[in-house]
């Protein structure tokens, strides 16, 4: 089979040029696409008065903020920084570890290889997308005026938000396994807990510990915005330091929050390439 030459393309086009030109609706499709994709970009500029003017003057006032960072000092909270940290990370391993065990069993559940029951799957799933689409810092409004100021209503916040996507991934990874192993267990007389537990729950904790991993470095970094709002940690002693102008110490803190995130993600990186 030969291929195709220059020559006998250009011999085509002016034979049958209608072959080398797209359908006229898909032309005017794709413009119509193109033009609802601009007016909407500037829509969105026009609705939150973006201009030029207030970016040059956002930067300006940016670089006058980063000159009052320099250099990052910790003054005389070095301490109360650094057990707000470990606060910060406490909330996060807390709500990682409570979401990963509560979502272990509603994985399983919202498996439809597991649960074959397609009303009930159906119902598991949708509870997981409800829930999904609420963001930590709204659930960390809420149990601040439910439980008080303070680490446990971030914790509880991580948990609650982490649930529902933990539960949606452990569903999936299980709905994927290879189903040899289940049918050894199945061949050899086992029951169904059997086949949870010899034939699924192997193939699949690897990829959940890998989750609960990326979840727990990411959780780091959600629970110092959630002390923002009143839930405890670093984010709180950091918006302390903004809101007076103590630009310095601002500074260390963000500087102590991204070590810290560093670190962990080495770690984690370690971890979850062992894993899988």
């Known amino acids: 089979m030969t291929l195709a030459q220059p020559a006998d393309i250009a011999r085509l086009k002016r034979i049958h040029p209608g072959l080398f030109v797209r359908p006229l609706p898909h032309r005017l499709r794709d413009w119509a696409l193109w033009l609802a994709f601009f007016a909407a970009l500037g829509f969105g500029l026009w609705w939150i008065d973006a201009s030029p003017m207030r970016l040059l003057n956002g930067l300006n006032k940016l670089g006058l903020l ?7 000092w910790p003054g005389d909270g070095l301490w109360d920084y650094t057990l ?6 406490a909330m996060a391993f807390l709500g990682t570890v409570i979401a990963f065990v509560v979502a272990l069993p509603l994985g399983f559940l919202g498996a439809k290889n597991i649960v074959p029951n397609w009303v009930f799957h159906f119902g598991i799933r949708r509870f997981f997308d409800a829930f999904r689409g609420i963001d ?8 601040v005026s439910a439980v008080g100021l303070g680490p446990f209503a971030g914790v509880l916040a991580i948990a609650v938000g982490d649930v529902m996507v933990f539960g949606k991934l452990f569903a999936e990874a299980i709905e994927n396994v290879d189903r040899k192993p289940v049918e050894g267990v199945r061949a050899s007389g086992g029951g169904e807990l059997h086949i949870v537990r010899l034939g699924v729950f192997p193939q699949v904790f690897p990829v959940m510990m890998s989750h609960a991993l990326y979840f727990f470095e990411s959780n780091v970094r959600s629970a110092t915005i959630l002390g923002i709002v009143g839930a405890g940690g670093i984010g709180l002693q950091l918006s302390d330091r903004i809101r007076i102008n103590n630009w310095q110490e601002a500074a260390f803190i963000i500087l102590m929050i991204l070590v810290t995130v560093a670190v962990i993600d080495a770690i984690s990186r370690r971890i979850r390439a062992r894993l899988i």
């Open 66 to 72: 980063v000159t009052l960072m320099i250099p990052p």
């Open 84 to 89: 707000a940290m470990l606060e910060t990370v």
């Open 136 to 143: 930590g810092l709204v659930w960390a409004l809420i149990f």
